[in-house]
């Protein structure tokens, strides 16, 4: 029989990309002729992803930005407001005035600007921006990043492959506790639980009796609820007694680097999650709240714009210096976009229409605006994305099909995205 790294050899590529054509050519000839199934070669690509180490930062805007002051100005308009565009390091690029630090990085990301959806509630469209499905009946959809753990998450890690900072996430759903979100309420102090309150030997005795003592009711039809709970509690027992938890503790840092990345909570999880992602994390989302802006815009985006701004692009620059840039996909995005109308209270209101995101690293190309509005910012007029295309984009980038099915909690198989297909250009 032959290895199943022959079918593996097939169908990755150097970038780790997989083609349908090369796929199905191993399938019909490796390995059908070694005899494995369908399952074995999945099973291979999952592990073949898993040592590359790939990885993903979600930059959530929560609340919702103005693409008119980030990154879609229209400088002249009467759409745009009093908030000026200035130039960044791609050539006739510009983004609104106040992003001064990521300016001069924009050829190292991309920029998406003609992102469309028609959710303009924040809890739907927060739904929808991290799972590529509107919000529906009976089906509780995992977040993306429990999907991202799940599928290129290294099963042995002692830390959790998901952590979620200054906010909480969309959680797994049917994929289980085991790709819950590790919260961290405020990255200026290490979680409470680390480390470990006993010695390691004294923590197993107290989880084997708590195994012992729910046996019963395991028996008595709560099995799966206890073996929730004790996948729960190994979990944090690995961790508490991990040397990795070290990546929690931002006063290793020097100074320095803590200044780079702003002492904000927004800057100083951008730290976090650098220095968790090196550790071997798979997904981290740190969020930046109060983007909701429907009144005193300008004055709220003075406050909101420059620690956002800092701490995103020392992110961007800090991951690229260590070599990480390459194989982490960082996001930057919110729910939906705002109004092109300045409101009667100096705002502007939900706008799901057009919005815009950054993307960088993990084979995304720097440098790249992808889609247009109108001159005025009110209508896309070239290449509109949906949210699933984004969220194939996110696949890409990370290695993971997008049609793969977990099975959900009305027995029915669910693709991590339905529909839609990358956006080729951005690679």
Same mark, same amino acid.
């Given at each position: 029989?032959l290895?199943?790294? $022959?079918? @593996?050899? @097939?169908?990755? *590529?150097?970038?780790?990309v ?9 399938? /019909?000839?490796?390995?059908a ?7 074995d070669?999945? *099973? ?20 919702? +930005? ?7 100005p229209k +400088? ?27 300016? #001069? ?14 959710e303009?509630?924040h809890?739907r469209?927060?739904?929808l921006?991290?799972? *590529?499905?509107a #919000?529906?009946?009976?089906?509780v959809h995992?977040g993306?990043? *429990? ?12 830390? #959790?492959?998901?952590?979620? !900072?200054?906010?909480?996430?969309i959680?797994?759903s049917f ?7 590790f ?13 470990a ?5 004294r ?5 084997d =009796?708590l195994r ?5 009711q395991?028996?008595n039809g ?8 004790? $996948? ?11 040397p990795?938890?070290? /990546?929690f503790?931002?006063?290793?840092? +020097?100074?320095?680097v803590?200044?780079q ?21 798979t997904? @981290?989302?740190?969020? /930046? ?5 429907h009144?005193n ?6 406050? =909101? ?8 692009a020392?992110?961007?620059a800090d991951?690229?210096?260590?070599g990480?840039?390459e ?8 729910? &939906? ?7 009667l ?6 706008? #799901?229409?057009?919005?815009? /995101? ?22 896309? !007029?070239d290449?509109?994305?949906?949210v ?5 984009? &996110? ?21 991590? @995205? ?10």
């Amino acid at each position: 029989m032959l290895p199943i790294q $022959t079918c @593996v050899d @097939v169908r990755i *590529s150097s970038r780790g990309v997989v083609s349908r054509r090369a796929f199905l050519r191993c399938l /019909a000839g490796g390995v059908a002729a070694a005899g494995l199934r369908w399952s074995d070669c999945l *099973s291979a690509r999952a592990h073949e992803i898993r040592r590359q180490g790939k990885a993903c930062i979600l930059l959530w805007m929560a609340g919702g +930005p103005s693409q008119f002051e980030t990154f879609d100005p229209k +400088p002249g308009t009467d759409t745009q407001g009093p908030t000026k565009a200035i130039s960044t390091s791609v050539p006739g690029l510009q983004i609104a005035e106040h992003w001064t630090h990521l300016a #001069p990085l924009m050829k190292h990301a991309a920029l998406l600007r003609s992102l469309t959806s028609k959710e303009g509630n924040h809890g739907r469209a927060t739904y929808l921006l991290h799972t *590529s499905y509107a #919000p529906s009946g009976g089906i509780v959809h995992p977040g993306f990043g *429990s999907t991202v753990a799940q599928q290129i998450g290294p099963d042995d890690f002692d830390l #959790p492959s998901f952590v979620s !900072i200054s906010g909480t996430s969309i959680g797994p759903s049917f994929l289980g506790v085991r790709y819950a979100p590790f919260i961290v309420t405020n990255p200026n102090q290490p979680p409470d639980n680390l480390p470990a309150p006993v010695p390691g030997q004294r923590l197993q005795r107290r989880l084997d =009796l708590l195994r012992e003592l729910e046996q019963e009711q395991a028996q008595n039809g709560a099995a799966e609820r206890v073996q929730d709970h004790q $996948t729960l509690y190994q979990q944090t027992a690995r961790m508490v007694l991990s040397p990795r938890t070290k /990546a929690f503790q931002l006063d290793l840092e +020097p100074d320095r680097v803590r200044d780079q990345y702003g002492r904000s909570a927004f800057g100083q999880g951008c730290l976090m999650a650098r220095r968790l992602i090196e550790a071997g994390v798979t997904f @981290v989302e740190v969020q /930046a709240s109060g983007w909701d802006t429907h009144s005193n815009e300008l004055k709220a985006l003075k406050k =909101l714009v420059p620690p956002v701004d800092q701490a995103t692009a020392a992110l961007l620059a800090d991951l690229r210096t260590r070599g990480l840039l390459e194989r982490t996909l960082v996001i930057w995005m919110g729910e &939906f976009g705002r109004m092109p109308r300045i409101n009667l209270t100096a705002g502007r209101d939900h706008y #799901p229409t057009v919005f815009n /995101a950054i993307l960088a690293g993990a084979g995304i190309q720097g440098g790249r605006v992808i889609g247009k509005t109108d001159a005025r910012g009110i209508e896309i !007029i070239d290449r509109p994305i949906e949210v699933s295309d984004l969220f194939c984009t &996110f696949c890409q980038a990370l290695g993971i099909d997008p049609r793969t099915e977990n099975e959900s909690n009305v027995g029915r198989p669910i693709p991590i @995205v339905e529909h839609g297909a990358a956006v080729r250009e951005l690679f």
